[in-house]
């Protein structure tokens, strides 16, 4: 019998659950096979005075059924007009798990009804939660340690920003690819708490944008994409630290000169402004306000996020298909996780994110259950049990075998054994050769002698 080999995490979202509880219920069909009772056994049981229950696995009409009704279900959860609607308020706890009556009556139920009328899309009440979060903590005791610093203040602060990051990161996510998350009433609000929280987050203003949204989404892991992994071996150390190294250093410049290559003018003048910029202004706070301050409020929080987003983008893309590199189910993995998914709206539904950019991070599980069979017959690659910063360090310690338990196989992956897994997950981690990039891409994209 087909059984993953990790239990499935309890604090995984309702939704998520409910994917990998189909994607799992397919693998065991995959591998069970019907238990008839013999001859003998039949006729004794014609006289037996006990009847004993006997498990029937489902079959894939069952199965296929229970997708049909799990999408329904989803959409549900989706629709404000549902009486099943059920918005996101708080990252660690679902709203229906919020069980304490009074606190329901007099400040749950109440702060819902507001936030959903602040919010653009009705879902995403947490993002006010986040925003009045780091607007009510961060950025008093940012202010905080310039008006009075103490080593110990700054220690909590970066902590308490390390914490932050991750969430608020791909609350920009959703931000730049909907030009925004809060109502039109809010305009102003929604347009300048990012110029505000940006640089206290370890990001230049808007470079985020400018990088994944008319960079990254347009070159798609390609060759002219400056985070592209298609160049390194994705499993060793060097390779990785050369990577992280590039955009550590040369991102100012290497940027605006894309945009400048690919005749976008106006991009390159935008985001250089931007970046020197944040830069210009950190550096004279740093030599003419106070150096202390600045280093734990912008500079550390800077140095930790810029490490942070390559090693996501390395694992988000680590893992490229020898044979269609340029595909989009191919070139990115899915992860049912918790870090991603829970606290992060939904980051790990990369492949989903790739394929529509603008669809809203709630709708990238019934996404996903809608296209899976295009998902399996692509030989997209599904895991659960690990998150991004943990499959690239397993990728570099070369922990091939973690990472192939970890898979969630779909299609023809499930016929292969836990070694086989292995074998395939080394080839597509091996970095394409100027040759191989001319045969895919094309000669006009690799630097050939």
């Known amino acids: 019998m087909g059984r993953l080999s990790y239990p499935l995490d309890a604090e995984l979202t309702g939704p998520d659950r409910v994917v990998l509880g189909i994607l799992q219920k397919e693998y065991e069909l995959h591998n069970d096979a019907p238990t008839r009772p013999t001859s003998e ?46 918005p996101t308020v708080f990252s660690s706890v679902d709203n229906p798990d919020i069980k304490n009556a009074l606190l329901r009556q007099y400040i749950i139920d109440p702060y819902i009804r507001w936030a959903r009328t602040v919010v653009r899309v009705e879902t995403d009440v947490v993002m006010v939660t986040h925003i009045l979060l780091y607007l009510c903590t961060t950025v008093p ?7 009075n610093f103490h080593w110990w203040h700054g220690v909590l602060h970066c902590a308490m920003q390390g914490w932050y990051m991750g ?16 109502s039109k009433n809010y305009a102003l609000v929604d347009h300048l708490f990012p110029y505000i929280l940006d640089p206290l987050m370890g990001h230049t203003w808007n470079s985020y944008y400018y990088h994944h949204v008319k960079h990254h989404h347009v070159e798609g892991n390609g060759p002219n994409d400056l985070s592209s992994t298609i160049r390194y071996q994705r499993d060793d150390v060097w390779d990785f630290l050369r990577y992280v190294g590039r955009f550590y250093f040369l991102i100012w410049f290497d940027l605006p000169r894309y945009f400048l290559r690919t005749r976008k003018p106006n991009l390159a003048l935008q985001a250089a402004g931007c ?9 004279m706070l740093f030599n003419y306000v106070n150096a202390s301050a600045t280093t734990f409020v912008f500079l550390i929080p800077l140095a930790f996020m810029r490490l942070a987003l390559m090693t996501g983008n390395w694992a988000q893309h680590a893992l490229v298909d020898e044979v269609e590199p340029d595909s989009d189910f191919r070139s990115s993995i899915t992860l049912i996780d918790v870090p991603s998914n829970r606290y992060c709206y939904n980051d790990g539904y990369h492949t989903s994110h790739h394929l529509n950019p603008l669809r809203h991070w709630r709708e990238h599980p019934v996404a996903f259950l809608a296209q899976k069979k295009q998902y399996s017959d692509e030989h997209a690659l599904v895991f659960y049990n690990i998150d991004y910063f943990f499959l690239t360090i397993n990728l570099l310690r070369k922990n091939y075998k973690h990472i192939a338990k970890c898979l969630v196989p779909m299609g023809d992956q499930m016929k292969l054994t836990l070694d086989e897994r292995v074998e395939m997950l080394k080839r597509k981690t091996r970095k394409f050769t100027e040759e191989e990039i001319a045969e895919k891409w094309g000669k006009q994209y690799a630097k050939l002698k």
Not at 47 to 52: A, E, I, L, N, Q
Not at 55 to 65: A, H, I, K
Not at 141 to 147: K, M, P, Q, R, T
């Open 41 to 86: 056994t039949a006729e004794n049981s014609d006289d037996s005075g006990v009847k004993h229950s006997v498990f029937v696995t489902p079959s894939p009409e069952d199965l296929q059924d229970h997708e049909q009704q799990s999408i329904a279900y989803l959409k549900t959860l989706n629709d404000p007009k549902s009486t099943g609607f059920e």
């Open 141 to 147: 005791s940012a202010i905080y340690l310039f008006v």
């Open 167 to 182: 969430a608020f990161t791909l609350l920009k996510h959703q931000h730049i690819h909907m030009r925004g998350v809060l």
């Open 275 to 283: 970046e020197l910029g944040n830069y210009a202004f950190v550096y």
